[in-house]
């Protein structure tokens, strides 16, 4: 009896030994800074609003707001050369994802006729701090420019979901912008995040990072944003590639601190492939969490 119970204590012995030992020798996750991101470390636990694209046809009227209404000019900002429009095949749910559709058409809408159409989504939800995750596959083509981000409810954008309900009182920059992702066609496989403020914007953004990522247009990603009253991190499949975090927060650098709603988009520049006929982005989520 006693050799039996000498042999169960050198046997719980060595495996609390072998124990010790493997966990001294695991990444220490302060060491791990800026490289990598994991939703269990995440201060934002709870699912506040998401859209899973279930079913099929039109998408949730009571989620996104479809933004067609053209800018003073009769184009869109940047010169692009597409009609954003409300029609099924722009934008539809089939088999449990959302597309977004780019497509080489004839289209005149609003006195204007255009050689392109797509879509814009507005989402009728707005918060202030969390984690948005969406899990994506991105369209393809030079000339293609996808994006998924983030405007603040209080842009004076006419046509807008908030500026049609009263909120719009400041202009962009200066309102904020937050880009999860944006990829451009010519440049295929990099994604890129930004943040447009009064210091940072347009043409002469110095506020991004991006990374290359393979496949981008066949596989489905997984990017993320974590904002906090602090900083914003961003990130893909859990590798991050760029961090916002002024030193100094004022008017200018971090208007960050009231309700951003989400936008989906694809733009179209004037040199796209003359070949291009239509590509998707294609949606399996969006959730954010608080």
């Given at each position: 009896?006693?050799?039996?119970?000498?042999?169960?204590?050198?046997?719980?012995?060595?495996?609390?030994?072998?124990?010790?030992?493997?966990?001294?020798?695991?990444?220490?996750?302060?060491?791990?800074?800026?490289?990598?991101?994991?939703?269990?470390?995440?201060?934002?636990?709870?699912?506040?609003?998401?859209?899973?694209f279930e079913g099929e046809g039109?998408?949730?009227?009571?989620?996104?707001?479809?933004?067609?209404?053209?800018?003073?000019?009769?184009?869109?900002?940047?010169?692009?050369?597409?009609?954003?429009?409300?029609?099924?095949?722009?934008?539809?749910?089939?088999?449990?994802?959302?597309?977004?559709?780019?497509?080489?058409?004839?289209?005149?809408?609003?006195?204007?006729?255009?050689?392109?159409?797509?879509?814009?989504?507005?989402?009728?939800?707005?918060?202030?701090?969390?984690?948005?995750?969406?899990?994506?596959?991105?369209?393809?083509?030079?000339?293609?420019?996808?994006?998924?981000?983030?405007?603040?409810?209080?842009?004076?954008?006419?046509g807008a979901y908030w500026d049609?309900?009263?909120?719009?009182?400041?202009?962009?920059?200066?309102?904020?912008?937050?880009?999860?992702?944006?990829?451009?066609?010519?440049?295929?496989?990099?994604?890129?995040?930004?943040?447009?403020?009064?210091?940072?914007?347009?043409?002469?953004?110095?506020?991004?990072?991006?990374?290359?990522?393979?496949?981008?247009?066949?596989?489905?990603?997984?990017?993320?944003?974590?904002?906090?009253?602090?900083?914003?991190?961003?990130?893909?499949?859990?590798?991050?590639?760029?961090?916002?975090?002024?030193?100094?927060?004022?008017?200018?650098?971090?208007?960050?601190?009231?309700?951003?709603?989400?936008?989906?988009?694809?733009?179209?520049?004037?040199?796209?492939?003359?070949?291009?006929?239509?590509?998707?982005?294609?949606?399996?989520?969006?959730?954010?969490?608080?």
């Open positions: 009896m006693k050799r039996g119970l000498l042999i169960i204590a050198i046997t719980i012995g060595i495996v609390l030994f072998s124990y010790t030992i493997f966990n001294k020798n695991l990444p220490n996750d302060n060491n791990l800074a800026g490289t990598t991101t994991d939703s269990r470390d995440s201060k934002f636990n709870t699912l506040v609003w998401a859209d899973e039109m998408i949730d009227s009571n989620k996104w707001f479809h933004q067609t209404q053209l800018p003073p000019g009769g184009n869109w900002w940047g010169g692009l050369i597409q009609h954003y429009t409300d029609r099924e095949t722009n934008t539809y749910l089939k088999d449990g994802y959302l597309h977004l559709v780019a497509k080489k058409e004839e289209y005149e809408d609003q006195g204007k006729i255009k050689q392109y159409t797509a879509a814009r989504l507005n989402s009728k939800f707005a918060f202030t701090y969390g984690k948005v995750e969406v899990k994506a596959k991105l369209p393809t083509g030079t000339g293609t420019w996808p994006a998924i981000w983030m405007l603040n409810k209080n842009i004076n954008e006419d049609n309900k009263g909120f719009g009182t400041v202009n962009w920059p200066n309102c904020g912008e937050i880009d999860i992702l944006e990829h451009w066609g010519k440049n295929q496989d990099y994604v890129s995040s930004a943040v447009h403020n009064g210091s940072s914007y347009g043409d002469i953004v110095k506020n991004l990072g991006g990374q290359n990522i393979k496949n981008a247009s066949t596989e489905f990603h997984i990017y993320t944003l974590e904002w906090t009253k602090e900083k914003m991190i961003f990130s893909i499949d859990g590798v991050e590639h760029f961090q916002y975090n002024p030193s100094t927060k004022n008017i200018d650098t971090w208007p960050y601190d009231s309700d951003y709603y989400l936008l989906f988009n694809i733009a179209i520049e004037p040199d796209i492939d003359p070949e291009f006929t239509e590509s998707s982005m294609i949606v399996d989520y969006i959730r954010v969490f608080k």
